[in-house]
């Protein structure tokens, strides 16, 4: 089957659900800085699998795989430091680190699919 819209990726799809949810989780933060810094980090995640999609080739959309790829390892970074600084509890951060590892390794595994459509085997 082939992917028409970004909008059927499931890493972007989950990237989505996973901003949504940190949306809600720091909308009251009264750290303004960091509120605003893991909201647009979570946000890029999805943003750039859609860019890069639309963009010439697999060989552009892996390019914007490794930007979602930094994103998602922002935002991970962000939540232990959000637990470190008591902005979330325990279960809570945890929760969002597992699934910021599971958009990660979504993510991985459409770049490796790119890899391999624009880098075919060679031939004998």
């Given at each position: 089957m082939t992917i028409k819209r970004f909008e059927d990726l499931t890493a972007w799809q989950k990237a989505q659900?996973?901003?949504?949810?940190i949306y809600s989780?720091?909308?009251e933060?009264?750290?303004?800085?960091f509120r605003d810094q893991i909201f647009r980090a979570v946000v890029s995640i999805s943003n750039n699998?859609?860019?890069g999609f639309d963009r010439k080739g697999n060989k552009e959309f892996s390019r914007f795989i490794y930007f979602s790829l930094g994103s998602c390892s922002e935002v991970k970074s962000m939540l232990y430091?959000?637990?470190r600084l008591n902005y979330l509890d325990e279960e809570t951060s945890l929760r969002l680190i597992e699934k910021t590892t599971e958009v990660t390794k979504?993510?991985?595994a459409l770049n490796r699919h790119l890899k391999k459509s624009f880098n075919p085997p060679p031939t004998n």
């Open positions: 659900d996973l901003a949504v949810e989780v720091f909308s933060v009264r750290d303004f800085g699998i859609a860019e430091l959000a637990a979504m993510i991985h």
